[in-house]
């Protein structure tokens, strides 16, 4: 259950072959009609199981956000560009309502984590989105260990929040991610680096609906996802332990 094509591939590959359905919350680039196009081409010719497009239209508001001192609101993160915030302030109800029945039977949903990974506004909106759904529909959430230098500060803003049950380290699923992203590329669609690097290895953090029980991210080991780029220099180490700001 992801943001935008292609995030499924590059956070949530381990999990990607055993599901019964993959879900993308977002559907056209705000202001960007060849990439809408190219985006739409692509996702028909996925061979993904029990795809469901939601097609939500973006809010423009990915990285219009104060990255050095990020706020949390309900609706995700606060968004910095006043027009950019009407937008996605108003997809969230949109994007609950439509997931709610996208979701409804999961025992299990695999999303982004509270941080967004590289710190997209959409990423961390679809979590919180996520998680409002959880006491509802009783689902446990899944979520990596992936992040970046823009969404760092945020993450130790959370770290000391208790959010996980239980800790997989698991295999990204190399092959599948790489033929499908492929199939992006061939269209037009791939938003990343094309020099990415998966890792042997990364971690998925399960939250179960119960509160009790759970577990602060402070001293986990995240990945970089910059340090996952082996081209162009300067490299980085790919692993980092995640601390908490002080209180």
């Known amino acids: 259950m992801v943001a935008h094509p292609d995030d499924e591939i590059l956070w949530l590959s381990s999990a990607l072959a055993g599901a019964d359905r993959v879900v993308f919350c977002f559907g056209d680039p705000f202001g960007r009609p060849a990439k809408a196009a190219a985006r739409r081409r692509a996702v028909a010719a996925l061979?993904?199981?029990?795809?469901?497009?939601?097609?939500?239209?973006?809010?423009?508001?990915?990285?219009?956000?104060?990255?050095?001192?990020?706020?949390?609101?309900?609706?995700?993160?606060?968004?910095?560009?006043?027009?950019?915030?009407?937008?996605?302030?108003?997809?969230?109800?949109?994007?609950?309502?439509?997931?709610?029945?996208?979701?409804?039977?999961?025992?299990?949903?695999?999303?982004?984590?509270?941080?967004?990974?590289?710190?997209?506004?959409?990423?961390?909106?679809?979590?919180?989105?996520?998680?409002?759904?959880?006491?509802?529909?009783?689902?446990?959430?899944?979520?990596?260990?992936?992040?970046?230098?823009?969404?760092?500060?945020?993450?130790?803003?959370?770290?000391?929040?208790?959010?996980?049950?239980?800790?997989?380290?698991?295999?990204?699923?190399?092959a599948l991610a790489r033929g499908l992203m492929k199939t992006y590329r061939r269209h037009g669609a791939w938003t990343w680096t094309p020099f990415h690097r998966w890792p042997a290895q990364e971690t998925l953090y399960g939250q179960a609906p119960e509160v009790e029980g759970r577990h602060p991210m402070a001293g986990e080991e995240m990945l970089d996802v910059a340090g996952l780029r082996w081209w162009p220099p300067p490299w980085r180490r790919a692993r980092r332990r995640l601390t908490a700001l002080p209180v």
């Open 47 to 174: 061979a993904l199981p029990g795809l469901i497009d939601l097609r939500i239209p973006e809010s423009g508001a990915g990285f219009a956000v104060d990255r050095a001192s990020p706020v949390a609101t309900p609706q995700g993160l606060q968004i910095t560009d006043t027009a950019a915030r009407t937008r996605y302030e108003a997809n969230f109800p949109r994007l609950v309502a439509a997931l709610r029945p996208a979701l409804a039977g999961c025992a299990e949903v695999y999303t982004h984590n509270p941080w967004g990974e590289y710190g997209h506004a959409e990423h961390v909106q679809v979590h919180r989105a996520v998680t409002a759904l959880q006491a509802e529909l009783g689902f446990r959430v899944w979520f990596s260990n992936y992040v970046d230098t823009k969404s760092w500060p945020l993450a130790r803003r959370l770290a000391g929040a208790p959010c996980w049950t239980e800790r997989r380290c698991v295999r990204p699923d190399v």
